[in-house]
């Protein structure tokens, strides 16, 4: 079925907090979307953020970002007075995340609503009592994890005392009791993450719109999955890991790259029917209609470079669990909905694994028009695939065009039949590309529609400053861009019948 979508963190949403969250402005993005003829809306991965506040860097495969809570919706539970509410500053500029701010303020108000959660007697809720026992298998891990990090001033657990290092029981039953007020306030926090993005996302999907998540194919090597289940991953007995994933030598890094992530006992994983990867498969399922996986390459094969090199030298390409990961994962949770990114791995095997396990990949348009064979050209695209004009990691489009040589401009203009010279015009012309393409979904970030140059832009790989901060202006979203969108996603048939409301 022919579907569109806008690609738009939670994130880059606005409120007046600092940076996007569960608000009233998710539910009027919702309602935008709705109005505009489309399906999906597809974000970034929701995880807590470590060090370069990158949400593909996460401290937790499993859980929610605290940034994300409404802190509105606290107030209206009671959790926040009104004085409370407005008391921190949390950024000046409103089009972009002050994540310095966010770091020293936004977990002072988040304890003073778990404060008043407290004495309210909120602990012994039945709701929140039994969200624990059910997140058990990861929120006791993690809720341990964040309270000894907060206690050890926030080091990476590689560095923390042995005996916490590497799980000795008695140090931990020790850190259970004298941490439980703060093990208490973060699983305090994923329970009201989960609270919040549950009501948002039933909203979304009553008004037919669906959600595409983001699944980081890594962990961070200072997570609490690595520090949890050090089985899962490729360690030493003190539970270090033994290599870490990169790229080997080419003629664009000389010396290879270490990505750094600890790379997945996949043998371990596979005699255990993966059970650590199906419970975080099914997980994602809880939170999201469709999956997105990023690095899909990782699932044939890695690069794997021994801990503790400085170049990629020693590193040796090892194979990943292929099918049988995803024949496991249909035995255990059955059809799955999945979105491959599987850009830059175009391999037979990559074909081969996609054809076999019917997943789409990944289709860019940016990169159509840099050769005239290129295999983004859309009349060579299939239908079982994503396109889409750009992604978190390019530039955005209107920024692209401006990079184009006068052969490539000449060659994409004469493709798309554009003969506008404006550039804005000319970003709406490749979306209009987009939309028109056989593919059967196609999603838009949301910076193109608004024809945003580097401003928008989220990420720019190889980069440690100034990513991840985009935010939306306040109350820019109009009647007429929806419209507009709308009447793209009409003429190329994109907007799908809607179900019936069931009556009452």
């Known amino acids: 079925m022919r579907s569109a979508g806008i690609l738009m963190p939670i994130s880059s949403l606005d409120s007046p907090f600092g940076i996007g969250c569960f608000s009233k402005e998710a539910y009027q993005f919702v309602d935008f979307l709705k109005a505009s003829g489309q399906s999906y809306w597809q974000i970034l991965p929701i995880g807590p953020t470590g060090f370069g506040d990158s949400p593909y860097q996460s401290v937790s495969a499993f859980a929610g970002n605290p940034y994300f809570i409404d802190p509105v919706t606290l107030k209206e539970e009671g959790l926040l007075t009104e004085e409370e509410l407005w008391s921190f500053d949390f950024g000046s500029d409103p089009e972009k995340v002050d994540y310095g701010k966010l770091y020293n303020c936004r977990y002072q108000l988040l304890k003073m609503a778990f404060d008043h959660f407290v004495e309210q007697g909120g602990v012994s809720d039945k709701a929140y009592t039994s969200f624990k026992t059910a997140e058990a298998y990861w929120l006791d891990d993690y809720s341990l994890f964040m309270a000894i990090k907060l206690e050890q001033e926030g080091k990476g657990w590689l560095d923390w005392p042995k005996e916490l290092r590497t799980r000795q029981e008695a140090a931990l039953k020790e850190a259970r009791t004298s941490l439980k007020e703060q093990i208490e306030f973060y699983c305090f926090m994923q329970f009201e993450f989960c609270q919040q993005w549950k009501k948002l996302k039933e909203y979304a999907n009553a008004e037919d719109i669906e959600i595409i998540g983001d699944m980081p194919f890594f962990v961070s090597m200072d997570s609490v999955d690595l520090w949890s289940h050090p089985e899962v991953f ?116 990559n074909v081969k694994l996609l054809e076999d396990t019917g997943i789409p990949g990944m289709k860019i348009l940016q990169y159509a028009f840099t050769s005239w064979d290129s295999i983004y050209m859309p009349h060579k695209l299939e239908k079982r695939a994503v396109i889409y004009t750009g992604n978190h990691d390019n530039m955005t489009t209107r920024s692209w065009v401006e990079t184009l040589s006068e052969g490539e401009l000449k060659f994409a203009r004469a493709y798309i039949r554009s003969e506008n010279t404006d550039y804005n015009a000319f970003t709406w012309d490749m979306i209009r590309e987009a939309y028109h393409s056989p593919c059967d979904l196609c999603i838009i970030p949301l910076q193109d529609y608004l024809c945003l140059k580097e401003e928008g832009r989220m990420n720019t790989p190889g980069t440690a400053q100034g990513n991840w901060v985009w935010r939306l202006k306040p109350k820019f979203l109009s009647s007429d861009l929806s419209n507009a969108i709308r009447s793209i996603a009409s003429t190329y048939s994109r907007i799908p019948a809607r179900k019936p409301k069931e009556k009452a």
């Open 234 to 349: 490729r360690t030493g007995k003190d539970g270090s890991p033994k290599e870490v994933a990169g790229t080997p030598a080419d003629a664009f890094s000389p010396k290879g790259q270490i990505w750094g992530f600890p790379l997945y006992d996949w043998k371990h994983l596979k005699k255990d029917q993966y059970r650590w990867w199906m419970r975080r498969m099914a997980h994602a399922e809880n939170f999201y209609d469709v999956i997105r996986i990023d690095h899909f390459h990782g699932f044939l094969s890695c690069f794997a470079i021994p801990y503790g090199d400085t170049d990629a030298s020693r590193g040796v390409t090892e194979e990943g669990p292929g099918l049988s990961f995803f024949e496991e994962l249909k035995r255990q949770l059955g059809d799955v909905r999945l979105i491959a990114e599987d850009l830059g791995n175009i391999t037979e095997e």
